[in-house]
């Protein structure tokens, strides 16, 4: 008799990503914001975009993942 369908597990992986996400945002505009400040360093605003779009993609998809857990739960 097959009940992995009734099988759940209790991981806090969308919860942990969800946290990540949002540090990932703040790094990211914290570095961009200062990439733009500063007349000479470039870097650090092409780090920050990255870290924000990093940020905001991990935090959509957790995001997402909570949602549809707690719908189909």
């Known amino acids: 008799m097959k009940m992995a369908h009734q099988i ?4 806090g992986g969308p919860g942990w990503g969800l946290a990540f996400g949002l540090i990932m945002t703040a790094i990211g505009v914290a570095l ?3 990439g ?4 000479h360093d470039t870097v650090d605003q092409s780090l920050g ?6 940020g905001i993609f991990m935090s959509v998809y ?3 993942e909570i949602f549809h857990g ?3 739960g």
Do not use: N
Request: proline share 0%; with cysteine.
């Open 8 to 11: 759940r597990s209790s991981t």
């Open 32 to 34: 961009w914001c200062h």
């Open 36 to 39: 733009a400040i500063s007349w």
């Open 62 to 64: 957790a995001g997402r």
């Open 70 to 72: 707690r719908r189909r």
């Open 49 to 54: 975009v990255a870290a924000l779009l990093v």
